[in-house]
Antibody, heavy 125, light 107 residues
Framework: QVQLRQWGAGLLKPSETLSLTCGVY????????WSWIRQSPGKGLEWIGE???????THNPSLKSRVFISVDTAKNQFSLMLTSVTAADTAVYYC???????????????????WGQGTTVIVSS | DIQMTQSPSSLSASVGDRITITCRAS??????LSWYQQKPGKAPELLIY???TLQNGVPSRFSGSGSGTDFALSISNLQPEDFATYYC?????????FGQGTIVEIK
């Protein structure tokens, strides 16, 4: 049974850099897209971005060039960095596993089936 | 970007009711549509993917339909544990945005 466990600083000041890491335990690391999603207080889900085990990334343009997602295959971990945070970045951040890829050249996306426990990040001066 | 619009934003229903939530994409996403359930203080859980495929372990009272731009999540014989917030998500292209959510409340 695969589990995702995430960690990182929960209290930041404006202009600082958010840094979170997610460890993948008990499952394959190479067959999925590794994702970050956030949820502002009382709001809906916002997809931040994703990365493959080879390091191929895509992210939400709404976050402009502040997002960096990286992967460490030796440790089965992936990480999120968000620079120049403001109060608008206050949210619960989730790491997650998306079942997505190519099978015989056919693309598939079978949803996000495993989620981390979430990390509350508060940005306040 | 593909915009995902859910309706209604909230609804009230009783145990045993059948409800339907709709999700519309701003352009065709074929059947790259997933549905999630989220309860307060918890991470979302995957219910349905590929528009109509039930995730392992999800009760059969949940069903999904649709293709192209219009999709629906139906829950028959609503149970107390089904009162939650539901989100759709498109997986056709990046950014893989979610709908704004539908809150299902007890009448």
């Amino acid at each position: 049974q695969v589990q995702l466990r995430q960690w990182g600083a929960g209290l930041l000041k404006p202009s600082e850099t958010l840094s979170l890491t997610c460890g993948v335990y008990g499952g394959s690391f190479s067959d999925y897209q590794w994702s970050w999603i956030r949820q502002s207080p009382g709001k809906g889900l916002e997809w931040i971005g994703e990365i493959t085990h080879t390091g191929s990334t895509t992210h939400n343009p709404s976050l402009k060039s502040r997002v960096f997602i990286s992967v460490d295959t030796a440790k089965n971990q992936f990480s999120l960095m968000l620079t120049s945070v403001t109060a608008a970045d206050t949210a619960v951040y989730y790491c997650a596993r998306a079942v997505s890829g190519y099978s015989r050249y056919n693309y598939y996306y079978n949803g996000i089936d495993v989620w981390g426990q979430g990390t509350t990040v508060i940005v306040s001066s | 970007d593909i915009q995902m619009t859910q309706s209604p934003s909230s609804l009230s229903a009783s145990v045993g009711d059948r409800i339907t939530i709709t999700c519309r994409a701003s352009q065709s996403i074929h059947t790259y549509l997933s549905w999630y359930q989220q309860k307060p203080g918890k991470a979302p859980e995957l219910l349905i993917y590929s528009a109509s495929t039930l995730q392992n372990g999800v009760p059969s009272r949940f069903s999904g339909s649709g293709s192209g731009t219009d999709f629906a999540l139906s829950i028959s014989n609503l149970q107390p544990e089904d009162f939650a917030t539901y989100y759709c998500q498109q997986g056709f292209s990046s950014p893989r945005d979610f709908g704004q959510g539908t809150i299902v409340e007890i009448k």
